[in-house]
Structure formats: structure tokens, C-alpha cells
């Protein structure tokens, strides 16, 4: 998936760094903006945008499994309730998956992400084995379906091969549920280089495609382990782990410790610009200025979070501390970067009892600022560049001109207006690395992906 040769695009409005500007033309060359120029005239040639042209965002964590039992927990079976109750189902679901049903569900997902603005995932990728935990003859069998869901979708992958050891803090032996996802730190070692074979070997002309590190949380590896896996593997890449997302995890944190989960992450292994920790949800004061200090992102998915009862993420005080974070939809109980911005943004207003919580004395519009910082935040979490600025890559949507509030709306309102009153899928082309991936609301595979997608969920969730 590649542009070898120069092609020319313009669009009346384009949001660039440095704010809206209008009569935009840029040219892209081998997947990147070759070149970008306000206040210019169309040239013969050029591909016209027919609306609002907006750079696409990274959704920072996916688990894209779980797509397939999205809305199917919303069942009272227990007065109590919580994300480890939701988790019991997900393990259900884990022992019937095959290698092609992953693809299947990833590929569906991966259109759906692209039909919603998304045109990089970074996938926390931990269901590696077969059924009772037998390693599959090709060790990295399932992340090499997730690099196929990928190539055969059009969005830029962030692979994060997980390694996940145990089932509790201080090295416990895993469950039962747990078996699929299980590696030592060797076998972990030998997935990640043959995940990184086949992105900067067989993919290697591709510039969509990026590998990181990731660890699934603080109960699942040990300190050595970390240690190892950090010492051994590229110093460049990006790290994601999960990290006090639920209250529960703090307390065993506590008893097993003596510290909080990001305090002990802070002081035994140190953070800075290369972490990504995801929810983070239960902070202390320290805490939250360590993740801040350190340049780390904040990995947030509000809707999942919403879902499984987690908590409120302290954005408001996060953000006073310079703190910088991301979104991600997670679980894929919600694929609208819409509703993941606002949802993060009502949360804090009813937490606070108070309105228009998140912006900052450079923006105070509160569409155009959650934006911007999702935007940067999932650029460092996920190694990539988006945005409309020379040398980026050439990721980019078209909001529907023929709505109303797109239509009508000045420059300075139509962020605000797309998060805050709009409900139904606005976004009608998308561009990655200068591919069209989404052209007039509809995807060139959505159809047999569909019936594909649709067969695979009634043989895992209903026979």
C-alpha cells in the first residue's frame, strides 16, 4: 500500500498545527505530505475534498477480540457486578476462538475504526495459543492474523505483543482462563522478533505499520521480567501497559507492595515519554504528577471505562499538571471518536458539577482542544506522525459537507458542533498514507467482511 508517484488534493478548509485555514492544497509522495500550501488555487489534476478535511487520530488500545461480545454483558447476574465478573464471560469467549475468527472480527473492526476516523490501533495483542495453551506451530499464528486484518483493511497497525506470566502480584500461577496468553520471557522474546520480522521484513516498504512493547499489567509480570524484556528488545519503541484501572488492583497492589500500582511502576522501574498506561483511573496526587512529569501518556478509552464501572479518570487535575493522553475504544463497546471525547469530557462535568472542563489558555473551545490532545497523545503512543504537516504521514478524513451544522457552521464552531451535536457518522472519506480507504461513507470489502463478521458471531456467542 504504497504512493510512488505525486498527487495533488484540495480542500476550502483544512485543519492544520496552527489552526483552520482555508484553499488548501498538498501533495502527497510515498505515503507522506510532500508538500502543503494555504490560501492556493485548485490546479488541474488535483483530487477536490468535498468537505471539511480533518488529520485522523491513533486509537491507542484495542483488544480487538473482544469486538465480538460487545453488548452481550449488559445482563443482572450478579448484585455486585464489576469489571472481574465481565471478565469471567471474556474468558469464555477465549477458548473458542480460532486464528481465522480472529481475522475476521479484526477485519470488521479495523473497517468500522476506519469508517470512524481512526486510521492507526495499537493493538494489546495477548491472545497468542490454541486451546488449553499449546503454542500453534507458527508461534506468532495470531499476530500475524492481526497484520492480515491490517493489510486487508487499509489501517496502520501498532502491534503490542503482551506478555503475560501470571495471575496475580508477586508471580502467581495463572487460571485456567488464562492459558491462551501465557509466555515466559524467552517465548516471549522469540514472538516479538517474529512479529518484528514480518513488520520490518515482509512489510518493510509499508509505512503504516509499527511494533511496541507491552506488558498486560503489574498482576501479570514481575519486576525481573520487566527488567529483561526492556534490556533485551529495541530502546525506541513504545510501551503499553494496564495500570490501575480498577480499585481492586490498587488494594492487592497495596498488600502485595506496600506502594500503589504507578507509584511502584514510578520508583522500581522508572517512567518517561516512551510508557503508555492505559486507564490509570486511580491516582493519587504523586502518582499523577509522576505520569505528568514524565512525559508518559495517558492512555484513555472513556467508553470502555464507562462500561466495566472503573471510575473517573482525574483529567481536569491531569491536565493542570501538563499531563498528556490519548483515547482508545478498548473493548469496541463504542468505535465513535466522538463519543470517546465527550464522554471524557461529561465525565469530568459530572464529577465537578461544573461545564467546559478540559481546555487550556491557548484553546478554549473544548472540541478543538480534546481533539488536538488525542490527537498528540496517540501520535507518541503508537510511534506514529498524523496530522496535516509536512513529512507526516498523509492520514486524513472528509466531514459531510451536506449536514447542516457542517455546512453552516464558521470554522471556529464546527469541532464543537461534530463532538458536542452530532450523533450519526459524519465522516465520508478517509485517506491512509495517502490511500482512499473509506470513499463516500463505505468500505471496498464491508459487504463480504460483514457476512463473514456476521457468521463468526453466531458460532462463538450463540452455538
Known amino acids: 500500500m504504497q504512493n510512488s508517484y505525486r498527487q495533488g488534493y484540495f480542500a476550502k478548509r483544512a485543519l492544520l498545527p496552527q489552526g483552520w485555514a482555508h484553499n488548501v492544497r498538498f501533495t502527497i509522495q510515498n505515503g507522506l505530505i510532500y508538500d502543503i500550501a494555504p490560501d492556493s488555487k485548485e490546479q488541474n489534476q488535483d483530487v477536490l475534498l468535498s468537505g471539511p478535511v480533518l488529520p485522523t487520530l491513533a486509537n491507542l488500545h484495542s483488544h480487538a477480540f473482544q469486538r465480538v461480545m460487545a453488548g452481550v454483558a449488559e445482563v ?3 448484585p455486585s457486578d464489576s469489571f472481574w465478573s465481565w471478565r469471567d464471560l471474556m474468558y469464555k469467549v477465549v477458548q473458542k476462538l480460532t486464528p481465522n475468527d480472529v481475522q475476521v472480527i479484526a477485519t470488521q473492526l479495523y473497517i468500522d475504526m476506519l469508517k470512524a476516523g481512526y486510521s492507526q490501533v495499537g493493538e ?5 495459543h490454541g486451546v488449553g495453551g499449546n503454542a500453534y506451530q507458527q508461534p506468532a499464528e495470531m499476530a500475524m492474523q492481526l497484520l492480515q486484518a491490517a493489510d486487508q483493511s487499509g489501517i496502520g497497525i501498532t502491534l503490542l505483543p503482551v506478555l503475560y506470566s501470571h495471575s496475580g502480584f508477586g508471580g502467581q500461577i495463572p487460571n485456567a482462563g488464562q492459558v491462551r496468553f501465557i509466555h515466559s520471557c524467552d517465548s516471549y522474546l522469540a514472538l516479538h522478533h517474529a512479529c518484528e520480522k514480518a513488520i520490518s521484513g515482509d512489510r518493510s516498504n509499508d509505512v503504516r505499520h509499527k511494533l511496541g512493547i507491552c506488558f498486560h499489567s503489574l498482576r501479570a509480570v514481575t519486576k525481573e521480567q520487566i527488567e529483561t524484556v526492556l534490556e533485551s528488545l529495541n530502546k525506541s519503541m513504545p510501551i503499553h501497559i494496564h495500570i490501575a484501572e480498577q480499585q481492586k488492583e490498587v488494594q492487592d497492589c497495596l498488600n502485595w507492595s506496600g506502594l500503589r500500582p504507578v507509584q511502584w511502576l514510578h520508583n522500581e522501574i522508572g517512567l518517561d515519554e516512551r510508557w503508555c498506561l492505559v486507564h490509570a483511573t486511580h491516582l493519587d ?4 504528577n509522576a505520569i505528568a512529569s514524565s512525559n508518559s501518556v ?3 478509552c472513556p467508553t470502555t471505562e464507562a462500561n466495566l464501572g472503573d471510575g473517573i479518570f ?5 491536565e493542570n499538571a501538563k499531563g498528556r493522553w490519548g483515547i482508545g475504544s478498548d473493548s469496541h463497546v463504542s468505535l465513535s471518536v466522538i463519543e470517546e471525547l465527550r464522554s471524557l469530557e461529561y465525565s469530568q462535568r459530572l464529577r465537578d458539577q461544573q461545564r467546559n472542563r478540559l481546555h487550556c489558555a491557548a484553546q478554549n473551545h473544548i472540541g478543538d482542544h480534546l481533539f488536538q490532545q488525542a490527537l498528540l497523545g496517540g501520535n507518541q503512543a503508537c510511534d506514529v506522525s498524523l496530522g496535516l504537516a509536512l513529512g507526516n504521514r498523509a492520514d486524513f478524513m472528509v466531514l459531510d459537507s451536506k449536514h447542516p451544522f457542517i455546512d453552516a457552521s464558521e470554522s471556529k464552531d464546527l469541532l464543537n458542533r461534530w ?9 465520508k472519506d ?7 480507504v473509506i470513499c463516500d461513507f463505505k468500505h471496498e470489502y464491508e459487504e463480504s467482511s460483514q457476512k463473514a463478521f456476521t457468521q463468526v458471531i453466531k458460532k462463538i456467542m450463540y452455538k
Open 124 to 128: 494489546f495483542h495477548y491472545l497468542h
Open 76 to 78: 443482572s447476574l450478579n
Open 314 to 318: 482525574p483529567a481536569v487535575a491531569y
Open 430 to 436: 478517509v485517506f491512509v498514507a495517502g490511500q482512499q
Open 285 to 288: 496526587n504523586s502518582e499523577l
Open 298 to 300: 495517558a492512555g484513555l
Open 419 to 427: 463532538v458536542f451535536a452530532c450523533n450519526e457518522n459524519l465522516i
